[in-house]
């Protein structure tokens, strides 16, 4: 139930299909009795879990609002991202097509604001409803207030481990798509294949065939995708280091540069780096992989290495982007 395939035992598991289940395991253990499992796929676990681990199963995909431009849809938590993308894609609705093939499931795609290839889910969400742990009401969070940035939202900061989120309303266009080429290879991929007029079908496809030939597939080679996030530098940090540094990076503004972690890693020979079963992966260097039998400290001493590594060479610290428990 972890895409890091780490072995771990729970003291007790439920799964929840539905809402009122949902407020009965909240009434009758305190918050701090019960860990929440959505996909697993943003988690490494380095020990056995003592709380009752409640898993969000809710499914369903609804049509709230549609005019001959758009569609709102609310998506329970517990649909899975990519098939919830896929669906999208077969009714010829745009918007999510760059974020195809991400794993995990709907409800925790807010939390971590997911991004690919210049889009994030913060584009086309419209709000999340989300029950409060302790006091069980409902509430329903705009994007605002949700408070996205990279690979952030208020989820993960001030109302962390507050609530629970059931369901994600997206509005996506039904005509007039919005192509986003220009991010990675999609556009080499696109011309590669010969399509001058992509659809959002072309698009998707692309991503995955990118996706695909870069990041391990958690069914075969345990992983949590990206493990640290990309670091933003300051204008003076950047200008130092460039001085003694070819760097790679991503200029935001003139105060703050963003520097691909995967080619720091690279950058200071860790690239395929293993460690027992706890390793680097081969293609992207900024994916840690289990090998088979990693246990989720042997990953964690892994990316503390490889944080002492780029510190000391680049003088950036490196922040793990995947939850640690
Ligand atoms: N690079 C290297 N060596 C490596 C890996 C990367 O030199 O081993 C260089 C690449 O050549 C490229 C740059 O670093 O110039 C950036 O690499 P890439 O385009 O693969 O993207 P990324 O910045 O490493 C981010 C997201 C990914 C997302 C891709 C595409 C973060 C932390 N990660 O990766 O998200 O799929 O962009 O948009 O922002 C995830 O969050 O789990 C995830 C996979």
Redesign the pocket.
């Known amino acids: 139930m972890n895409t890091f395939g780490i072995d771990v035992l729970a003291e007790q598991y439920i799964s929840i299909s539905r809402e009122k289940e949902l407020k009965e395991v909240l009434r009758r253990f305190y918050a701090s009795e019960i860990f929440i499992l959505g996909g697993g796929s943003?988690m490494l676990l380095t020990k056995d879990i003592e709380e009752t681990v409640v898993h969000i199963n809710l499914k369903g995909i609804e049509v709230i609002q549609e005019t001959d431009d758009f569609v709102d849809l609310k998506v329970a938590a517990g649909e899975n991202w990519h098939q919830f993308v896929l669906y999208c894609i077969e009714r010829n609705y745009g918007g999510l097509e760059n974020l195809s093939y991400?794993p995990g499931h709907v409800g925790t795609s807010p939390i971590q604001n997911?991004?690919?290839?210049?889009i994030e889910l913060k584009d086309h969400f419209l709000s999340c409803t989300a029950i409060h742990r302790q006091t069980l009401s409902f509430k329903t969070f705009t994007a605002q207030e949700c408070e996205f940035g990279?690979?952030q939202s208020i989820f993960k900061n001030k109302l962390k481990g507050q609530y629970v989120i059931t369901s994600v309303s997206f509005r996506l266009l039904k005509q007039k798509h919005q192509l986003h080429l220009e991010?990675?290879s999609i556009q080499e991929t696109l011309t590669q294949k010969k399509i001058t007029k992509p659809t959002i079908k072309d698009v998707s496809d692309a991503v995955i065939a990118i996706?695909s030939s870069?990041?391990p597939n958690p069914n075969e080679l345990g992983n949590?995708?990206?493990f640290?996030?990309?670091p933003v530098i300051s204008g003076d940090e950047f200008h130092l280091l460039s001085e003694k540094e070819n760097l790679?990076y991503y200029k935001i503004s003139d105060n703050a540069y963003k520097i691909?972690?995967?080619?720091l890693?690279?950058?200071v020979g860790l690239?395929a780096y293993r460690d027992g079963d706890a390793g680097v992966?081969k293609?992207?260097?900024?994916?840690l992989v289990n090998h088979g039998n990693a246990s989720g400290e042997d990953i964690l001493n892994l990316a503390k290495f490889v944080q002492s590594k780029v510190k000391e060479r680049f003088n950036i610290e490196l922040e793990p982007?995947v939850n640690i428990f």
């Open positions: 943003n991400i997911i991004g690919a290839y210049g990279y690979r991010y990675g996706r870069k990041l949590s995708g990206s640290f996030k990309n790679r691909p972690a995967g080619w890693i690279d950058q690239k992966h293609d992207q260097a900024l994916v982007e």
